[in-house]
Protein backbone atom coordinates (compact mmCIF):
# COMPACT_ATOMS: atom_id res chain seq x y z
CA UNK A 1 0.00 0.00 0.00
CA UNK A 2 1.72 3.36 -1.35
CA UNK A 3 1.10 6.37 1.61
CA UNK A 4 2.63 9.73 1.40
CA UNK A 5 2.28 11.42 4.56
CA UNK A 6 3.74 15.19 4.34
CA UNK A 7 4.49 17.37 7.35
CA UNK A 8 5.97 20.93 8.27
CA UNK A 9 2.92 23.17 7.35
CA UNK A 10 2.18 25.69 9.96
CA UNK A 11 1.24 29.58 10.15
CA UNK A 12 4.42 31.96 9.02
CA UNK A 13 4.67 35.48 8.46
CA UNK A 14 5.31 36.74 5.73
CA UNK A 15 8.15 37.28 4.41
CA UNK A 16 8.87 33.49 6.13
CA UNK A 17 11.01 30.19 5.03
CA UNK A 18 9.34 27.15 5.59
CA UNK A 19 10.57 23.33 4.44
CA UNK A 20 7.74 20.45 3.73
CA UNK A 21 8.58 17.27 3.79
CA UNK A 22 6.88 14.00 2.09
CA UNK A 23 7.60 10.86 3.44
CA UNK A 24 6.83 7.90 1.01
CA UNK A 25 6.07 4.33 1.56
CA UNK A 26 5.23 0.84 -0.22
CA UNK A 27 6.71 2.56 -3.79
CA UNK A 28 9.74 1.92 -5.58
CA UNK A 29 10.99 5.74 -4.56
CA UNK A 30 13.90 5.76 -6.89
CA UNK A 31 11.48 5.00 -9.90
CA UNK A 32 8.81 7.58 -8.90
CA UNK A 33 8.96 11.13 -10.16
CA UNK A 34 7.59 13.51 -7.13
CA UNK A 35 5.48 16.46 -7.40
CA UNK A 36 4.30 19.16 -5.06
CA UNK A 37 1.22 20.64 -5.63
CA UNK A 38 -0.93 23.25 -3.33
CA UNK A 39 -4.93 23.99 -3.22
CA UNK A 40 -6.16 27.45 -1.63
CA UNK A 41 -9.21 26.86 -0.08
CA UNK A 42 -12.12 26.80 -2.36
CA UNK A 43 -9.95 27.13 -5.55
CA UNK A 44 -8.35 24.59 -8.25
CA UNK A 45 -5.44 22.72 -7.83
CA UNK A 46 -2.22 24.34 -8.68
CA UNK A 47 1.04 22.11 -9.51
CA UNK A 48 4.30 23.82 -8.26
CA UNK A 49 7.27 21.97 -9.02
CA UNK A 50 8.82 18.44 -9.85
CA UNK A 51 11.57 16.23 -9.34
CA UNK A 52 12.64 12.94 -11.03
CA UNK A 53 14.65 10.43 -9.83
CA UNK A 54 18.05 11.57 -11.32
CA UNK A 55 17.91 14.56 -9.65
CA UNK A 56 16.58 17.06 -12.76
CA UNK A 57 13.59 19.69 -11.51
CA UNK A 58 10.81 21.66 -13.45
CA UNK A 59 9.24 24.79 -11.73
CA UNK A 60 5.96 26.83 -11.99
CA UNK A 61 6.32 30.25 -12.99
CA UNK A 62 4.70 31.13 -9.84
CA UNK A 63 7.15 29.69 -7.54
CA UNK A 64 10.54 29.95 -9.92
CA UNK A 65 13.48 31.29 -7.60
CA UNK A 66 11.22 31.17 -4.59
CA UNK A 67 10.98 27.17 -3.68
CA UNK A 68 13.34 24.90 -4.16
CA UNK A 69 12.45 20.69 -4.81
CA UNK A 70 14.66 17.97 -3.33
CA UNK A 71 14.77 14.73 -2.62
CA UNK A 72 16.62 12.07 -0.62
CA UNK A 73 16.21 8.76 -2.25
CA UNK A 74 17.66 6.82 0.86
CA UNK A 75 15.37 8.67 3.20
CA UNK A 76 12.19 7.82 0.45
CA UNK A 77 11.64 11.78 1.28
CA UNK A 78 11.23 15.10 -0.84
CA UNK A 79 11.01 18.34 0.52
CA UNK A 80 10.45 21.82 -0.30
CA UNK A 81 11.98 24.72 0.79
CA UNK A 82 9.53 27.64 0.30
CA UNK A 83 10.92 31.61 0.97
CA UNK A 84 9.91 34.37 0.56
CA UNK A 85 6.42 33.86 1.51
CA UNK A 86 3.29 36.35 1.14
CA UNK A 87 -0.49 35.62 2.12
CA UNK A 88 -0.78 34.79 -2.19
CA UNK A 89 0.88 31.09 -0.87
CA UNK A 90 -1.88 30.52 1.80
CA UNK A 91 -2.73 26.43 0.88
CA UNK A 92 -3.16 22.97 1.33
CA UNK A 93 0.57 21.35 0.07
CA UNK A 94 0.10 17.73 -1.28
CA UNK A 95 2.79 15.91 -2.80
CA UNK A 96 2.26 13.25 -5.44
CA UNK A 97 4.39 10.69 -7.39
CA UNK A 98 3.63 9.02 -11.09
CA UNK A 99 5.97 7.05 -13.43
CA UNK A 100 8.59 9.22 -15.30
CA UNK A 101 6.05 8.21 -18.38
CA UNK A 102 3.05 10.26 -17.29
CA UNK A 103 4.87 13.59 -16.12
CA UNK A 104 4.38 15.54 -19.29
CA UNK A 105 0.24 14.56 -18.62
CA UNK A 106 0.56 15.04 -14.82
CA UNK A 107 -1.30 12.22 -13.91
CA UNK A 108 -0.20 11.73 -10.84
CA UNK A 109 -1.09 7.68 -9.54
CA UNK A 110 -0.48 8.88 -5.52
CA UNK A 111 -0.98 11.77 -3.15
CA UNK A 112 -0.76 12.53 0.23
CA UNK A 113 -3.18 14.21 2.39
CA UNK A 114 -1.76 17.38 2.53
CA UNK A 115 -0.56 20.06 4.57
CA UNK A 116 -2.09 23.23 5.63
CA UNK A 117 0.68 26.48 4.97
CA UNK A 118 -0.83 29.36 6.40
CA UNK A 119 1.26 33.07 5.72
CA UNK A 120 0.23 35.93 7.75
CA UNK A 121 0.69 39.46 6.74
Known amino acids: QVQLVESGGRLVQAGGSLRLSCAAS????????MAWFRQPLGQEREFLTHIRASGSTYYADSVKGRFTVSRDNAKNTVYLQMNSLNPDDTALYSCAATVPLKVASRAYAYWGQGTQVTVSS
Open 26 to 33: GLSFSSYV
